[in-house]
Structures are given as structure tokens and as C-alpha cells.
């Protein structure tokens, strides 16, 4: 026996009318259903609630999205799952009146927006709720005889550990030699199967570098012999030693599968001994998103493809964390731990549409280490924001 899924409601939150209807209709309907009901602002779990309506919308069976009082929010929820293709998931509601054809309906009140007009559409009368309430039952039981019950576990692919364990001791032994005690290792990993080529792996990974902070994320030079990048059986790597009055190491490598390894020198290696710059970690883990988001959508993946992603970084003991030349004088953040490690799942689309609250993760999985120092998601959005909007051409 299945675990029961969950049907996520989409409607205006804080009128007594549709509060009521959700309590008394919606709930009990989707109960009978053999479904679990959800609603942000009653099973949020205290996290971003952008993020949290996309993961609902993701994970959910059902979607009933009410259209009463036409809210932006509600069409925008609803512009997302259309995206993630969950077409037959969705079923629309509305109060009767919305409906020119309605005795009810009055002009220049709420009505119904032309983008969902052609789709079906079940209407509730406030005098004939019990009606509605078996409608909407018989509606979701019949809509999930036609829709996949939705996967729990996100990435299925999991990576070599013994390959993976001869790419970081590679990667390390090179940075010892090269005297580099900070680094950076980033795994990235898709739900579905890519098959490509060592060419054409070699062309995306040079389309999608972005010239940002002066190094790219994942740097590729195939036109000079000594950096140019390497075919293998299984894909391609590129190894970047920089001794050019800064001293860095690039070391990337990109499966056929789709996957990507990075194991590199951290920016402040060379120009901050001892200090993690903020900053310079939340434009490079914009970067990083903004790197993923550009190469596998040139890799053919649509925005509802999951993408598994996991940055370690390594060598931060006893560092202290700051804004340097980059600002304010703080009291000293330091480190206690040599690592840290953050893991998120996530979609194309939504690193598109939620980058902010992203690289918001990121960071503070990282910044939590330096005596509990945190920085408010308002001050992430200002330097996220003045990063993409400098280098907008790089997509």
C-alpha cells in the first residue's frame, strides 16, 4: 500500500469566506479522496515560502487552485505548475459568480482571467456547498486515475565512489603540491539520463563560462595546448594551474552523463589569508547557480528537471569570517570546523525563478560555521541582485 499523497490548495489566504470553504469543503473533500491537504499558510514549516509552495506544487498529486477574487499570486502558482507540465494535476474553482453568464456577476468585479478560461472549471455556490463538496471529490478521485503518483526521492543517479574517490585524491594531491590549503568541491548531478559527447560537452562547457569575478566558475581553454581540455572515455576534464601573481588550481570534470565534478582554489586563498570575504561566497554561489541553470538547459533539459547539487569547502579552520576591503569592520567570526558541506535538490525553474533564496542556502550552510554569523535574506537579495543586474549578458 502506497503512502497517501498530498493535494496542495492554491486560493487567497485571510478571507473569512475562502477560509471557511477551505476548512469546511476543500479539506474534507480531499480527505475522502484518500489525499492529504495542504495549505502554506497551515503546513509551512517555518522555511522560505516561496520555496516551500514550489516544493508543494512539485510534490503534489492534486492541485486545486480557487480563482475567486482573481489574486496575482494564485496565477502565478499556477503559471509555475503549468510549467512543470502538471496540467492534469490542476483543477480550477471559483465562486459562481465569476462567470459573466452568471445572474450573479457584476462588471467590473472579479472574473475569471482569459489565460484559464478554455480549461474546465468547477464553480461553487455559497447556498449549494454540500453539492460542490461531492463535485470536488468525485473530481480529484477521477483525476487521479489519470495522473503518475509523484516519486519520493529526488535524484535516483547516484555517483562512483570509487571514481569519485580517485577524482578528489587527484584533485588534492595537486593541491598540496601547489602549497593550497582552501578549496571548494562542487558535485552536480540530474534526475535524467544525458547521454553527450566528448564534442559536444567540450562546446557547452565553453558557451556557458561567464567572465564575472574575472575567473569563471568553471574555467575551459581549448585554444591554448597547455590548458586546452582532455577527452576521456567517460567524458572530458580541464585542469587549470594559474601562477600569474595569483596562484590558483581549476580542476573540472564533465561526465557523459551529465554530471559535473569541480574541485578548485577558493578566491581569498590568495588574497585574504586567514578570512572567508561574504560577499565574494554569495556572488560566487550566484555564480555557480547561474553556471548550472545555463549549461543544462544547453544540455536540452526542460525548467522542471531536478538537479541534485552538493559544495564542500575545505581548509576554513580557524578562519575568521568578514567583509574585508569589501565593507564593514565585525566583530571576529571564527571557525571551529575545517569543512562544511550543503546539499540541495532543486529544479531549473526554480533556480530561475527563486535564485535569491538559493544562493540564501548556500551561504548560510557555510556562514553558520563562524560562531553562528548569518546574514539576512534582504542583504543576499541586494548583492544577488546587483551581481546578475552588472553581468546580465551573460546569459
Not at 502506497?2 to 479539506?27: C, H, S, T, W
Not at 552538493?310 to 575545517?338: A, P
Request: charged share 30%.
Amino acid at each position: 500500500m502506497r503512502d497517501k499523497g498530498i493535494a496542495f490548495v492554491i486560493m487567497q489566504i485571510g478571507n473569512p469566506e475562502l477560509d471557511k470553504l477551505y476548512d469546511e469543503i476543500y479539506v474534507p473533500a480531499i480527505e475522502k479522496a484518500n489525499l492529504i491537504p495542504k495549505r502554506i499558510d497551515q503546513d509551512n514549516s517555518g522555511y522560505l515560502l516561496k520555496k516551500e509552495i514550489i516544493s508543494f506544487i512539485e510534490d503534489a498529486e492534486i492541485i486545486i487552485a480557487d480563482l475567486t477574487n482573481e489574486r496575482p499570486n494564485c496565477y502565478l502558482e499556477i503559471g509555475y505548475a503549468m510549467g512543470l507540465d502538471k496540467f492534469q494535476n490542476l483543477i480550477f474553482t471559483v465562486r459562481e459568480d465569476h462567470f459573466p453568464e452568471s445572474k450573479n456577476f457584476q462588471k467590473g468585479g472579479p472574473k475569471i482571467h482569459f489565460d484559464v478560461s478554455g480549461y474546465e472549471i468547477l464553480s461553487w455556490d455559497k447556498n449549494e456547498l454540500n453539492k460542490f463538496k461531492n463535485s470536488l471529490t468525485n473530481k480529484i478521485s477521477r483525476r487521479l486515475t489519470t495522473v503518475k503518483p509523484q516519486q519520493k526521492g529526488v535524484v535516483k543517479k547516484k555517483w562512483d565512489q570509487n571514481w569519485l574517490k580517485d577524482k578528489r585524491e587527484y584533485a588534492q594531491k595537486k593541491m598540496d603540491a601547489l602549497e593550497i590549503g582552501r578549496q571548494m568541491e562542487v558535485l552536480v548531478s540530474t534526475e535524467d539520463h544525458i547521454s553527450l559527447s566528448q564534442t559536444q560537452l567540450l562546446e557547452i562547457a565553453n558557451e556557458c563560462q561567464m567572465d564575472i569575478l574575472g575567473w569563471p566558475i568553471a574555467p575551459v581553454i581549448p585554444h591554448l595546448p597547455i590548458y586546452s581540455p582532455k577527452p576521456k572515455v567517460d567524458g572530458l576534464y580541464s585542469e587549470i594551474i594559474r601562477n600569474e601573481g595569483v596562484l590558483s588550481f581549476d580542476y573540472t570534470y564533465y561526465l557523459k552523463s551529465g554530471k559535473i565534478f569541480i574541485a578548485k582554489s577558493i578566491f581569498e586563498e590568495h588574497h585574504f589569508k586567514n578570512c572567508i570575504i561574504v560577499p565574494i561566497r554569495i556572488k560566487r554561489s550566484t555564480e555557480l547557480l547561474m553556471y548550472i541553470l545555463k549549461y543544462y538547459y544547453k544540455c536540452g533539459l526542460s525548467p522542471s528537471n531536478k538537479i541534485e547539487i552538493e559544495v564542500r569547502f575545505c581548509g576554513i579552520k580557524d578562519n575568521e569570517i568578514s567583509y574585508g576591503s569589501e565593507g564593514f569592520v565585525m566583530r571576529s567570526y571564527k571557525s571551529k570546523e575545517n569543512e562544511s558541506y550543503c546539499k540541495l535538490t532543486t529544479t531549473l525553474g526554480d533556480i530561475e525563478n527563486n535564485l535569491t533564496d538559493l544562493v540564501y542556502q548556500l551561504s548560510n550552510e557555510l556562514f553558520v560555521l563562524f560562531d553562528f554569523f548569518s546574514i539576512n535574506e534582504e542583504q543576499v537579495e541586494s548583492i544577488v541582485n546587483s551581481f546578475v543586474n552588472e553581468k546580465r549578458n551573460a546569459f
